[in-house]
């Protein structure tokens, strides 16, 4: 049974930095890819962030200010949010799979969401 548990999210000012963390049990870690999606209100969720072997992959949005990693002994993988702004704000989701990059199909497992709200 695969379980994946984020954690980090809160309430911060724009301009003002929050690390999500989340740690995945079930699977062997290292095999798979590891991405971050967010869900604002009234809109669907989005890609952010990925990480596998062969390298990462941001979103447009957000490069520059964030960044992903990842510890395989520890089975989990970071997000890095710097400079945030108010359109931020979202659910954001950490997901596992085989493959990595934008689509939410490449992603057979999901995290239940932390709430990031930036205000302004």
């Known amino acids: 049974q695969v379980q994946l548990v984020e954690s980090g999210g809160g309430l911060v000012q724009a301009g003002g930095s929050l690390r999500l963390s989340c740690v995945a049990s079930?699977?062997?870690?290292?095999?798979?890819?590891m991405g971050w999606f967010r869900q604002a209100p009234g809109k669907e969720r989005e890609f952010v962030a990925s990480?596998?072997?062969?390298?990462?992959y941001y979103t447009d949005s957000v490069k520059g200010r964030f960044t992903i990693s990842r510890e395989n002994a520890k089975n989990t993988v970071w997000l890095q949010m710097n400079s945030l702004k108010p359109e931020d704000t979202a659910i954001y989701y950490c997901?596992?799979?085989?493959?990595?990059?934008?689509?939410?199909?490449?992603?057979?497992?999901w995290g239940q969401g932390t709430q990031v709200t930036v205000s302004s």
């Open positions: 997901a596992m799979g085989l493959l990595d990059g934008r689509p939410e199909a490449n992603y057979a497992y």
């Open positions: 079930g699977r062997t870690f290292s095999n798979y890819a």
């Open positions: 990480i596998r072997w062969s390298g990462k």
